[in-house]
């Protein structure tokens, strides 16, 4: 049996939080990256999360859109990792701030169905 | 000198120690070994560690001793996969920075991993790193410097928290002999003071002395093209040494500059000042006509310039060093009177062209090209203070007030003392100058300041390219709100929503009429009506990205996917082509009638919209600081060693090249600490000298970066 390499220091994780705050400081998207490695297994999560307040003064509360998309390991190992981008396009990133957040927000509230929010947070990978 | 050299690299030895001091007990070292799944080995951890490079800043530090004794209970206990995960949530919610709604980006890097595994223990080390950008700002000159020698201010570190700051400084050079002084800056922004800043700057021998006072403040704009304004009231005393004379100015200024948003960033600025010169000329020169040794004096400068910083920043280069390139060009004039009144006594232009390039040459090593072009012009209408006329020398002066902004005002020379070019056929200083100056370094020993495990990482930079590219993209929907034509459609917001609930009133009053055949026709026209109302509503409470998709989807649905939401276009074929085919109802057409017109505009102002202008700016306005965070986790030093080259070449005029013209070419070493220090020590020959000047220079300076 093969003895494993032994290394000085081994990274067994990197979590990135990206804020972007809106041009009018009202909305916050946060995108968290983590790549989790247990053993030889590897798995990258994004996580995706929106936060909004009334005036600039206000803190931001908690979330109204909290979603993490497990990515796929197979797509790590690939070369060219820019055929399998993750980011979203202008109107991916629109309609995630503006009306998945409304609807997620409209259901939280119980005036629209969740399953109707759910639909339109999906559609945000359709866009 | 030497003892004096010696004693302060004792005074910073200290400092330097404070943090190679060993905290934890040794410990036997070893490695680990790759792809265990160390909770079935059954390890237990033998200590936890938080460590941030910049730990040396009091606020990280006391963030560290917070999150320490958050996950200190894992210390001495089995390795479980669940607890470390929680423990590295702990971390990262202590709050590395305050929260600062108005930066732009922000980001937080945890890198969690395990070392010296022996006996079945292994030690569990978080390491943190925590940014906040300014986007403007970062694309100056001044700040491409920065980022080597305080990385932690590009960082956004001791933006908000670093309220007080003391920055010690000392140097060596034979007209001021050794000097010593810093800086102080107390930050009491409160947002309702436009003056937030006061800093006092000084340093001092026992020949000379140079003392500046400032208040100041600073206002940034999210949007518009006037992308930062600061403004300063500053006070400015000092009295140095010339060749067998003495220099001195007191006087107070009020200054106003500011940065655009454009492409190209353009910074221009004005300051009004007044208070007197002196001087003490040598006895054997005389004194021109029209130069006067002390007087009080006004003036009033007026700058401008541009700055910028060449990086590629596509999607291939985010994630390995890349060339980068800063620059700057200034202008500035300066009307000068010695009459109370409007005369105008002189007239003062500088021109200040400087670059600095840096080179890869290896992980965390570079080769650094830095070069100045600078020339300045006096015109003399009546008379001119001799203390404002040029006077060369190896120390730098600026025409301005403050650190965001320097134009070298004097020639630089480095292989001769401050303030001893000076001689002219004219007499005691020059009305005109020209020097060129570079300077080469290449960092040869160094520590970088981010884990080379992170770092060599190709996941961990595709993924930090994909969320740059999204911001960006999110940026550029903001944008696209600022457009006439955006601006157009919302305007009918109003009365779509009141054509929306006519409709919604006349189709609920018909379905009182309804048929058992018509029943799910009136219903399948309310859905779209009433979705349509909540999107309306929905986009009359937001303002920008959030407003944008509201209405574009409520007008022409999803892009590429018309099928989704796309309300008013469904409502046409629910309520119009099927119900009112139907029922034929007049109160129904009506407002129909009315929002399909309206519809129909609003589709016209959206397909009007310039993309690609809105993503251009965007892209322009995340290009800084994608540029610095690349900067900041592939080229930056935590520590390093750099041999330097010098070589000056400076003309003071009116003269001919055999007096005023002089060179300096020589070489040293530059150490950077960014925690604590920064010294350059070198020595620069004059080859082509006057019979009473030196045969070189010594030049040596220090930085103690802030103490508390």
């Known amino acids: ?127 | 000198m030497r003892l004096s050299i010696l004693a302060l690299l004792l005074f910073v030895c200290p400092a330097l120690a404070q943090d190679t001091a060993v905290k934890d007990p040794p410990i036997a070292i070893g490695g680990c070994p790759a792809g265990t799944d160390f909770e079935a080995a059954g390890y237990s951890i033998r200590a936890v560690k938080v460590e941030s490079p910049f730990g040396f800043l009091p606020w990280i530090a006391s963030a560290m001793g917070k999150a320490r004794s958050q996950i200190s209970h894992l210390q001495g206990n089995p390795y479980k996969k669940a607890e470390v995960d929680k423990a590295q949530d702990d971390v990262s919610n202590v709050g590395f920075l305050p929260d600062s709604p108005d930066q732009r980006v922000i980001l937080d890097l945890m890198v969690t991993s395990v070392e010296n595994c022996s006996g079945k223990q292994l030690d569990l080390n978080f390491w943190m790193l925590s940014s906040q950008i300014a986007p403007v700002l970062s694309g100056t000159f001044e700040s491409g410097t920065q980022e080597k020698t305080s990385p932690q201010t590009s960082a956004g570190l001791d933006a908000l928290k670093d309220k007080f700051k003391i920055s010690p400084s000392a140097g060596y050079n034979r007209t001021d002999r050794l000097y010593a002084g810093g800086s102080a800056q107390y930050d009491m922004t409160t947002g309702q003071f436009p003056l937030g800043k006061f800093r006092i700057d000084g340093i001092g021998s026992t020949s000379m002395h140079n003392l500046e006072a400032a208040l100041s403040g600073a206002y940034d704009a999210a949007t518009g093209w006037l992308a930062h304004s600061q403004w300063e009231l500053n006070y400015q005393s000092n009295s140095e040494p010339a060749v067998d004379s003495r220099l001195g100015q007191n006087r107070l200024a009020v200054q106003y500059s500011a940065v655009s948003r454009t492409p190209i960033l353009v910074r221009f600025g004005m300051s009004l000042e007044g208070g007197n010169l002196q001087s003490t000329p040598p006895s054997n020169v005389p004194v021109a006509s029209n130069t006067i040794t002390s007087t009080g004096y006004g003036s009033l400068k007026f700058f401008l310039g541009t700055t910028g910083r060449w990086q590629k920043t596509d999607n291939v280069s985010l994630g390995r060093a890349v060339p980068f390139n800063t620059f700057s060009g200034s202008y500035g004039v300066e009307l000068g009177s010695t009459n109370s009144g409007s005369d105008l006594s002189w007239i003062k232009h500088v021109a200040d062209f400087a670059d600095d390039l840096t080179v890869p040459v290896g992980d965390h090593r570079w080769v650094d090209v830095d070069t100045h072009l600078t020339g300045g012009f006096i015109q003399v209408r009546s008379a001119v203070p001799q203390a404002a006329l040029f006077f060369g020398g190896n120390r730098q002066s600026s025409f301005i007030s403050g650190n965001d902004w320097a134009i070298a005002s004097e020639p630089f020379i480095r292989s001769i003392s401050a303030n001893r070019l000076a001689a002219t056929t004219a007499g005691f200083g020059g009305t005109r100058f020209i020097s060129f100056n570079s300077t080469v370094s290449l960092a040869t020993w160094r520590f970088p300041l981010v884990p080379a495990e992170v770092t060599s990482d190709k996941s961990f930079s595709k993924q930090l390219q994909d969320a740059f590219t999204t911001s960006t993209n999110l940026l550029d929907v903001g944008y696209q709100t600022q457009d006439p034509h955006y601006l157009a459609l919302i305007s009918n917001l109003p009365e779509v929503q009141t054509l929306l609930t006519s409709l919604k009133t006349a189709v609920t009053a018909s379905q009182k009429a309804a048929t058992p055949q018509t029943a799910s026709l009136y219903m399948a026209c309310l859905s779209p009506i009433r979705r349509a109302l909540v999107r309306v509503t929905d986009a009359q409470k937001h303002k920008g990205q959030a407003q944008y998709s509201e209405v574009v989807e409520l007008t022409q649905g999803a892009t590429g996917h018309p099928e989704q939401e796309n309300w008013l276009s469904k409502i046409q074929v629910a309520c119009v082509n099927e119900l009112n085919a139907q029922v034929n109802d007049a109160t129904i057409a009506g407002p129909a009638g009315e929002l399909d017109t309206l519809h129909s505009t609003m589709k016209g102002d959206i397909a009007a919209i310039d993309p690609v202008a809105s993503h251009a700016r965007a892209q322009a306005e995340m290009m800084f600081p994608k540029a610095t965070l690349n900067t900041l986790l592939y080229q930056v030093n935590l520590f390093s060693l750099s041999p330097v080259l010098v070589f000056d070449v400076a003309h003071l005029g009116p003269a001919p090249s055999a007096l005023g013209t002089r060179y300096a070419v020589g070489g040293g070493v530059r150490m950077d600490l960014v925690s604590h220090v920064n010294f350059t020590l070198g020595y620069a020959a004059n080859p082509k000298r006057l019979a009473n000047e030196g045969k070189g220079a010594l030049f040596f300076s220090m930085g103690l970066n802030n103490l508390f």
Do not use: Y
């Not at chain 1, 859109?65 to 993750?86: G, P």
């Open chain 1, 1 to 127: 049996m093969l003895t494993p390499a032994l290394q000085k220091r081994i990274v067994i994780g990197i979590k990135v939080h990206f804020v972007l705050n809106t041009t009018d400081g009202l909305r916050r998207v946060v995108f968290g990256l983590e790549k989790d490695t247990q053993g030889t297994e590897i798995k990258w999560t994004i996580n995706f999360q929106l936060f909004e307040r009334e005036q600039k003064t206000d803190d931001f509360g908690d979330a109204i859109v909290d979603v993490d998309v497990e990515v796929d390991t197979n797509l790590n190992d690939q070369a060219d990792t820019t055929a399998h981008s993750q980011s979203l396009t202008p109107a991916q990133a629109a309609h995630a701030v503006g009306t998945a957040a409304d609807d997620a927000k409209a259901a939280k509230a119980g005036d629209i169905q969740q399953s109707d929010a759910n639909e339109t947070i999906q559609d945000t990978l359709t866009q």
